[in-house]
C-alpha cells in the first residue's frame, strides 16, 4: 500500500487547482460579448453623465439601445462642429473587458432623426487619466449610424479593459446629434490595470519575412524603449499560433500577436523583466503566460522565472521571491501556457523575471488567477525539504516561518476533504460529458426543427458590424408580453411571428402563394415542372423546411454536386444518342484525389492522359505540351437507381448545352460502360474561396514582405467575370442555384470559371443545412423565397450573386450571418419575409465600395421584380473596373503558385 505524506497531498491539491486554472483562466474576446447593462437599465442613472445636454428630456439618462423614453435619446446641446468635443460617459461600476459598442439616433416614434454618423472613445480605469481608443491600425474613429432607428453593433478591436468609457460624437458638416448606446463586455477578473516591459523587438533572417514583435496596441507610455503604465496585446485575449509568422488578425505583419525580445539585444542580464499593477491588494494563486515555443527557429519558453510582491505601491519589494523552473520541451513546437504557481503571496504589484532559454523569448497573452479577500500567505515546506517535479514542470518555492506552530496537522482534513471533492466533480463533469455525447447522437438522427420559442442572437461575431433593424413595433391586441429575457450573455434581435410556424398564414399573405398560384409556385419554383410538380401539403411541412427526399436529390444531383434548373427537359427517353460529347478512354484517366461524393456518386480529381489531342482544334484546354491534364470526373456509383441513372444522363445533356468562357466546360464522357463518368473543366488555382482566403489586399506591407496579395481592381475584374458567367445562365433560362465563390474556379490566368460541385466537398460542409443528415442547402447564400417556398428562379441566382460580392470584397475570411446558427438564419428569412424592418443584413465589407455595397443590397430586395437582373449586374460593374490596369492574370504574380 502506498503512503502519502502531508506534503505530497498538498503538491496534489495544488496542482489540481493549478490544472483547472489553466484550462479556464484565459478570456476569451468572443464569448466576452454580454450586454452590461443600458438597454435593461442594471446601469443607473446616476452611472451615466454628459458633458451637456440639450434639453431635461434629452439627458444622458436616455441614452439607452431600444428604449425610447424622454425625447427619445441623449443629445448634446447645440449644433456640432468638427472641433467639439461633446461625451457621454458611462460608469460601468467596476474593470470591465468591452468588445462591442451599439449605438442608435433618436427615433422618437417616428418623430425625430438625429443621430451620431461617427464617433471615438475614450476610457479610463479610474476616471481621472483618460486614454484614446485606435483600431489595430491606428484609426480612432468608428463609423455609427446611418439612420435614426437601426441599431449598428460594432467591434472593438482591440478590446478595452476599463471601468469608465466616453462616446464622442464625430460630425463633418455642423449638425445635431443624438445617441443611444448599449455595451458589451464581461467582469475583468484579473483586476490589471497596467503593466510594463522592454519594447518588442524587430527579426531579420535571412529566407524568412521580416517580423516585427512590437506591442503595437500598447496604450501606455513608449520611452526610452520600454512600455509603462498601460495595456496592450498581452491582456486582449488574442492567443498567438504556434507559427509565430502567422496571425489571427487581418492586414497586419508578421509576428503581430507575439510581444518578443531577442536575448542579446538586452546585454547580459539573460532575462525580461516585468511589472504589473492591479486595482487593489489581491491573494494570488498563479500566473498563466502563453508563450512561443517554435525551437526550430531559436524560440523557447522561458527556462524560469522569479516573481516579487509588493502590498502596496507605495512599499518596498518584499525580499523573497516566488521562484519556478520549467523543464523545457525540445519536442513539441507548439505554443503552450505556462502556469507559475504564486502561492497566495499578496501584492498589488508583482515584478518578474523571465530568464531566457534561448535566441528568442516571446508571449502572446498573461493573466492572473487571485482571490479578492486578504487571508495570509500560504505556507508550505522548506525549498531545503521540498522540490517536487510532476510532468513537464517543476516547483521551486519560497515560505516564510509559521508564528503559530506547524500548520500542517489543522490543514490535512481540510486539504483531504478539497481533494476529494474535486474528484467527485470531476466524475460528474465525465458523466455529464459522456451523457451529452449519447443524447446529442440521438439528436443528430432527428430532422432539424426551426424554433418554437422567441429567438434569440448570442453576440458572437468576430465581424466588425451587425445592423439589427428595430423600429419599435406595438403589442398585437390581446397578447400578453412572454418574460423580459434577462440572461445577460443574450441580445433579442426579433420575434419570430406565429404565421412563420403556420404555414397555411404564410401563404394567404403572399400573393404568389394563392391557390390560383399554387401550381406555378410548386411546380415553377425550380424551374422544372416535370420534376416538382407537389402539393401544398408537401410545399409547406410543418416547423421544417418542405423539401421532400426527391427534391433533395434534384438539388443536390446524384453525385452531391449541383444540378442546374432548367426550363422543362423530358427525361424519360434520354439514351446515349443525345449525348454530343465525346466518348473518351477510361484508361487515360488516373485517379488522383476524391473531391466529394453524393448519394449516388462521387467527384474525383483526375489526369487525364492526352485529352488536349483527343479534343483537337478548339479544345477550350490550354497547351499542355504533352503532359496530362486535371480534369473533374462526376462518376454514377454501380448501386445507383435506375432513376438515379437517368438524373445522371440528364446532367450530362444540360451539361453539353453549357458553352460559356466563365462556366466550366463538359469536355468529354465515358458511359459506353459503367461505371458512367463525364469529365469537366479542373483549374489549377481551385476555388476562389480557398485562393481569396489565403491572401491579403494590395499594400506597401504585402510587397515589402512578399505576401500573396490581390487589389481592389483584381476583385472587381473577378466580380465582373461571375456576372458574365451568370448572365450567360440567365439567357439559356438556366438556374445555378448554389452560386457562391466555393462554386467558382480559377485557372493560371485567373479567369474565373462558375463551376457546380461545391456542395460536394466536405471542406464546405459547413456551408450547408442538413436535412435527413445530409448536407443540402446553402441557406445562407438563399434567397427568402428558395428557403420559404422552394422557389428557385433567376432571381434568386442575383441573391446569392450579391451574397458572392460580399464574400469577395470580405477576401472570404468569413462565412456570410456567422453571427447566426442555421436555425436563426432560417428565422432571419421569415423576417424578410414580413419585411417589418427586422431583418439582419450582411454588414458592408471595408474593402467595399459605398456604390457596390447598394448594389448589394439591391440584389437582397425583398420584392423579386426590384432586384436587378445579371444583365444590369454586368453593365453595372463593368466600368467599375479600372481599364488603364492590366488583367489580374498578367499582374498577380507575387506570392501566387
Partial sequence: MCRCDRRTIMHLFLLLIL??????????????????????????????????????TTGPQYARLNLEEGD??????????????????????????????????????????????????????????????RDRLGNTVIEGNKDAYTSVIKDIHPPIITRYIRLMPVTKPFTTVCMRVELYGCLWDDGLISYSAPEGQPMTQPGYPFASFNDSTYDG??????????????????????????????????????????????????????EFVFDKQRNFTSMKVHSNNMFSRGVKIFSSVSCWFKPRLIAAWEPEPVTFVTVLDDRNPSARYVTVPLNRRTAKSIRCRFVFADVWMMFSEVSFQSVDTIVPTLLVPSPAANEETTGTTS?????????????????????????????????????????????????????????????????????????????????RSGHTPGPVNTDPHYERVFLLDPQYQNPAVLRNKLPELSQSAEASACGGGYAEPDITQCTPHQCFHSNAPHYAETDIVRLQGVTGSNMYAVPALTVDSLTRKDISAAEFPRQQLIFREKLGEGQFGEVHLCEAEGLTEFLGEGSPLPESDGHSVLVAVKQLRADATSQARNDFLKEIKIMSRLNGPNIIRLLCVCVSSDPLCMVTEYMENGDLNMFLSQREIESTLTHANNIPSVSLSDLLHMSVQIASGMKYLASLNFVHRDLATRNCLLDRRLTIKIADFG?????????????????????????????L???????????????????????????????????????????FFRNQGRQIFLYSPPLCPPSLFELMMRCWRRDIPDRPTFEGLYQALRPQVNSEQRPPGCRLGRGFP
Fill in 19 to 56: 490544472q483547472a486554472t489553466a484550462a479556464f483562466g484565459q478570456i476569451d474576446p468572443a464569448h466576452c460579448r454580454s450586454a452590461l447593462g443600458m438597454g435593461d437599465k442594471r446601469i443607473k442613472d446616476e452611472a451615466i453623465t454628459a458633458s451637456s445636454q440639450w434639453y431635461e
Fill in 759 to 787: 456542395m460536394s466537398r466536405n471542406l464546405y460542409s459547413s456551408d450547408y443545412y442538413r436535412i435527413q443528415g445530409r448536407a443540402v442547402l446553402p441557406i445562407r447564400w438563399m434567397a427568402w423565397e428558395s428557403i
Fill in 221 to 274: 507610455v513608449h520611452e526610452k524603449r520600454k512600455l509603462s503604465g498601460g495595456l496592450g496585446q498581452l491582456t486582449d485575449g488574442v492567443i498567438g499560433l504556434d507559427d509565430f509568422l502567422l496571425t489571427r488578425q487581418y492586414n497586419v505583419w508578421p509576428g503581430y500577436d507575439y510581444l518578443g525580445w531577442r536575448n542579446d539585444s538586452l546585454g547580459s542580464q539573460g532575462y525580461v523583466e516585468m
Fill in 72 to 133: 427619445g435619446a441623449w443629445c448634446p446641446k447645440g449644433q456640432l462642429e468638427p472641433s467639439d468635443s461633446q461625451y457621454l460617459q458611462v460608469d460601468l461600476g467596476s474593470l470591465t473587458f468591452l468588445t462591442v459598442v451599439g449605438t442608435q439616433g433618436r427615433y422618437a416614434r417616428n418623430s425625430g432623426n438625429e443621430f451620431a454618423r461617427a464617433y471615438r472613445l475614450n476610457y479610463s480605469s479610474d476616471g481621472g487619466l483618460w486614454k484614446s481608443w
Fill in 395 to 475: 516547483l521551486k518555492t519560497t515560505v516564510s516561518p509559521s508564528p503559530s506552530g506547524p500548520p500542517e496537522d489543522v490543514s490535512t482534513p481540510i486539504l483531504i476533504g478539497c481533494l476529494v471533492t474535486i474528484i467527485l466533480l470531476l466524475v460528474v463533469i465525465i458523466f455529464l460529458i459522456l451523457w451529452c455525447q449519447c443524447v446529442c447522437k440521438v439528436l443528430e438522427k432527428a430532422p432539424r426543427r426551426i424554433l418554437d420559442e422567441d429567438v434569440t442572437v448570442r453576440l458572437s461575431s468576430c465581424s466588425d458590424t451587425i445592423i439589427l433593424q428595430t423600429p419599435p413595433v406595438p403589442p
Fill in 789 to 831: 417556398l422552394g422557389k428557385f428562379t433567376t432571381a434568386s441566382d442575383v441573391w446569392a450573386f450579391g451574397v458572392t460580392l460580399w464574400e469577395i470584397f470580405t477576401l472570404c475570411k468569413e462565412q456570410p450571418y456567422s453571427l447566426l446558427s442555421d436555425e436563426q438564419v432560417i428565422e432571419n428569412t421569415g423576417e
